[in-house]
């Protein structure tokens, strides 16, 4: 974080510094321009009458006094004046000829100085260049201490501004993501503020304004790019304020079923029902249905079981409901009901709704219990459970005679004598019936988490973390 911080200090100072030195090198440009392109004036005046020589004498000093002319010469005949020489560049010629015109008693002027062409080994140009640079850096020097002085006070603000916001924030109890990112807006605003106030002294305002505008419309192309990773951290932000879940809940996700391990700027990692780690991306989170198991730890479960039409629905029922007051794992409030669901063909269909409480049971395992007993129950009542109705279309004439050893109608079939161990309230296999959270959280606790990151997660019930 902080090679982040260095980085961005040291970005600021280049967006401070290349400012500076094209403003000093203006100034620069604009005081070499007074010095050397000096305005011609717009009348020279010689005497009250000047005639030719004087002219001629007058011109003649001006033009040796600026060096910028070799053996200048000038004529005059009759107020027209007549130069030759050569300069080495056309604003000198022209220079000569505007100062001839607006000289007292100049009627006309030709302008016969040769302008010479460079020579290709000359020097001048490249020292006089790093002349000007160097003089630009030197120029730019304050500035630049200025600017270091203004950035680094507002720096030290920033960090006490944002010291103070969180401590102000974490006395409102609010999420911790959102103390960090509210205390550094605020630190980034004042540094702003910062840096506005140098560019401002240094009568840079529209370079000023012109960067943050260019900022703010990088930061729109940077969010355009990075959609997803900008989605995932809004997302972040909003989960660990709505809190829907917390650490260590038993939750369901866009049908992945786990509990919650972490949540970080990027995921939410689950440690599902079979002891692996799922990473859900936060967006995806947040637009996605999220059942929540811990958070009301009664849940119901549901299930069919088809009679036969000769079969009391009564009796069913009384029977079902017998087996639900006995039953420890069943709650009582709210209650169980059994529910004649649907006429079916060949079955009267009976919805069973049982409620248990999961941070004590295994409802998987409770069901099993449940199922096994009202099995048990209904063929020692005889109450009859067919399977769906099977048809045959048989052609006319033709005589249908049993093997031998198969039951006729008229005969009596052997009375189905129920096993007693399906009458028990607990199996082997079905344990005590206790609920396996707590395993599975002990192997979230001692896995390797495979989502770095700080947790944003606040802890659950029991004050621990995952």
């Not at 401590?167 to 109890?173: C, E, F, H, I």
């Not at 079979?274 to 549901?302: A, C, M």
């Not at 709704?353 to 049971?361: F, L, N, T």
């Amino acid at each position: 974080m902080r090679i982040k911080y260095h980085c961005l200090f040291i970005i600021l100072l280049l967006l401070i510094t290349i400012p500076l030195s094209v403003y000093a090198q203006d100034q620069s440009q604009t005081e070499t321009t007074e010095q050397e392109d000096t305005a011609v004036p717009e009348r020279v005046d010689v005497a009250p009458a000047a005639d030719d020589s004087q002219i001629r004498d007058r011109l003649t000093g001006i033009l040796t006094a600026t060096g910028w002319f070799e053996n200048p010469q000038v004529e005059v005949n009759d107020g027209v004046v007549f130069f030759s020489g050569s300069t080495k560049t056309d604003d000198h010629k022209k220079w000569a000829g505007d100062l001839a015109r607006n000289t007292q008693d100049v009627t006309a002027v030709v302008n016969r100085i040769e302008v010479l062409d460079p020579d290709i080994w000359d020097y001048q140009p490249a020292y006089t260049g790093l002349q000007e640079l160097w003089r630009n850096i030197m120029s730019a020097i304050p500035f630049l201490i200025f600017g270091i002085v203004v950035l680094v006070i507002f720096w030290g603000i920033s960090a006490l501004v944002a010291k103070g916001a969180r401590a102000y924030l974490t006395n409102r109890d609010m999420n911790e993501l959102l103390q960090d990112i509210s205390a550094k807006g605020i630190a980034i605003f004042v540094f702003l503020l910062g840096i506005y106030i140098v560019f401002h002294v240094a009568d840079l305002t529209n370079v000023a304004l012109t960067i943050l505008g260019g900022t703010g419309l990088l930061g729109i192309v940077l969010g355009i790019a990075f959609r997803d990773i900008t989605e995932n951290f809004l997302a972040s932000i909003f989960l660990s304020v709505q809190n829907p879940f917390h650490a260590g809940d038993h939750v369901d996700i866009n049908g992945n079923t786990g509990f919650v391990q972490r949540l970080t700027i990027r995921a939410t990692l689950l440690m599902t029902l079979d002891g692996n780690h799922l990473q859900i991306p936060n967006s995806l989170v947040y637009k996605s249905s999220i059942l929540n198991y811990t958070s009301n730890p009664k849940q119901r479960f549901s299930f069919v079981i088809g009679i036969g039409y000769d079969a009391s629905v009564t009796s069913a029922q009384d029977l079902a409901t017998k087996i639900f007051e006995e039953h420890p794992a069943v709650l009582t409030e709210p209650e169980p009901l059994v529910l004649v669901d649907k006429l079916a063909s060949s079955t009267i269909n009976l919805m069973f709704y049982v409620w248990v409480d999961g941070s004590k049971h295994n409802v998987l395992k409770v069901k099993s219990s449940v199922l096994r007993q009202i099995k048990t129950a209904y063929m020692a009542a005889g109450i009859s459970m067919p399977d769906d109705a099977r048809e045959r279309v048989y052609l006319d004439g033709v005589t249908l005679h049993p093997k031998k050893g198969t039951a006729t109608s008229d005969q009596k079939k052997p009375e189905s004598t129920p096993i007693a161990e399906d009458s028990q309230l607990i199996t082997k296999a079905e344990g005590q019936l206790e609920s396996n959270d707590e395993e599975i959280l002990e192997q979230a606790r001692t896995a390797r988490s495979p989502e770095e990151g700080e947790d944003l997660l606040k802890p659950n019930k029991s004050g621990e973390t995952m």
